[in-house]
């Protein structure tokens, strides 16, 4: 991670060296915190979050699910995620708000333990590499299952979970693949590591639904969105492994990873495909404000200049 200026904490921009936390906190013992990843881009009149207030209510939802009360409302929230940037004076960037319980008490129940809030921002290329986004990545079905709908609320996007992506991701890299996908316990479909998966077979993109254990990504909503737009059809259904093997085309979707092809699923060979081409380039062309998009999809970032004026 490349270190930049500021950091935003608790309300405030604080030098990146001084964002630091106690051995204490709640959340590094229990992993009790919920968090977004965000992307900046730059585009023909400047820098511009890409659906910040998506992420942020995605953010409020999540603290809602483990009953944590989010000390910043989304308003409060985007204004300073579009301040650390410009703080920054990054043209483009990865934005990482994170709430966690901070340093108190140690009973797994965080009775009066603070709820503390972070932002932070830094400069961030393709997640699985250039050539994965451009060649396709190599992916291998976990033996790990997706933590399940009664077990942690997976619409959550929360720091716990991560230990199951965790151990997926390093299964598959372990084995020589990039990136895992997970199942859930019944044998579906869930989803990567950090990524959604989207399935192309006879021009029909098929993804898995919403009660696959997976969070609603704000990418794939942008993708099926986009996909639709392109004249495809979508269908949002269960999934089995074995339509990974026989698909024409198979792709994840992340704000992290944007849209990157899979070139093989468990060693079975997959082109990476003129539909994956189409959506991956949408995609782009979106983020960085070349194609027109729903009205609030880009937030655009005030040079930090004329913030202060
Ligand atoms: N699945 C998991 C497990 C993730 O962590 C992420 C990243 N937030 C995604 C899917 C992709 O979601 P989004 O498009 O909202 O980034």
């Not at 009660?211 to 609603?216: E, G, H």
């Given at each position: 991670m490349e270190a930049v200026d500021k950091i935003w904490l608790n309300g405030d921009l604080v030098d990146w060296a001084d964002a630091t936390v106690h051995l204490g906190a709640h959340a590094l013992h229990y992993g009790t915190g919920v968090f977004e990843g965000i992307r900046c881009y730059s585009t023909e009149s400047g820098p511009a979050v890409f659906r910040l207030r998506d992420h942020l209510e995605r953010l409020e939802q999540s603290a809602r699910l483990v009953r944590m009360r989010l000390p910043f409302s989304v308003d409060e929230l985007h204004a300073a995620c579009l301040e650390l940037v410009a703080a920054n004076e990054l043209p483009e960037c990865y934005l990482r708000p994170i709430a966690f319980y901070g340093a108190?008490?140690?009973?797994?129940?965080?009775?009066?333990n603070p709820v503390d809030l972070g932002i932070m921002c830094w400069p961030w290329g393709t997640y699985l590499g250039e050539d994965g986004q451009r060649l396709g990545i190599r992916a291998m079905v976990s033996s790990w299952r997706r933590v399940g709908p009664n077990t942690i609320p997976h619409a959550a996007k929360a720091t716990g979970v991560y230990l199951n992506s965790m151990l997926a991701v390093d299964e598959a890299t372990r084995n020589g693949y990039d990136e895992a996908i997970l199942l859930t316990d019944d044998g579906s479909i869930a989803d990567g590591s950090g990524e959604h998966v989207f399935v192309v077979k006879g021009g029909v993109i098929r993804t898995p639904d919403l009660?696959?254990?997976?969070?609603?990504g704000v990418t794939r909503d942008t993708v099926v969105h986009l996909a639709r737009e392109l004249g495809y059809e979508v269908e949002e259904t269960a999934l089995i492994r074995s339509d990974l093997y026989q698909a024409d085309e198979v792709f994840m979707t992340g704000t992290a990873a944007e849209v990157t092809p899979l070139r093989s699923v468990d060693d079975h060979e997959l082109g990476v495909g003129p539909v994956t081409r189409e959506v991956q380039e949408a995609y782009l062309d979106t983020v960085r404000g070349r194609r027109a998009a729903p009205p609030g999809w880009l937030a655009p970032v005030e040079p930090a200049s004329a913030l202060l004026g």
């Open positions: 108190g008490e140690l009973a797994v129940l965080p009775r009066g009660s696959a254990s997976i969070l609603p």
